[in-house]
């Protein structure tokens, strides 16, 4: 199931509509979805823009972060290391980033790694479905 969040950087807009660009492109930036209460999260997904010149951005890895609080938030490691996220390759297709295990969060953010001319992406979560 998706949570989606209409006022952030919803998927699938023309390739040219929204989406979120930090000030600059450096590694450090981020950026933060707060679900409104707890869920029971495996994954995220991210997906590129163009802009009105035709240059592609997109974020081609990226690590995430999650907490219950905005205290407590903590980097996802796998095998005691930062978990490092595929990206995009381009600007159209979603790439689905799943947890090495289900977390409980609140808040759920987004470091870019590395990146196609300027850091900008599109973003989405997935949620556990419930029986």
Known sequence: MLITQQNICPL??????GG?????????EWIQVDLGSPHLINATVIQGRADHTGNTHFVKTYKVAC???KVNI???SERGNDKIFQGNSGTTRHMI???PKPITCRYVRLYPQTWQNFMCL????LKVNCP
């Open 67 to 69: 907490g219950i609080t």
């Open 12 to 17: 699938d807009l023309p390739s040219i509509e």
């Open 74 to 76: 903590a980097i996802i």
């Open 122 to 125: 599109r973003m989405d979560i």
């Open 20 to 28: 979120w660009c930090p000030r600059r492109s450096t590694v450090g």
């Open 97 to 99: 980033g799943w947890f």
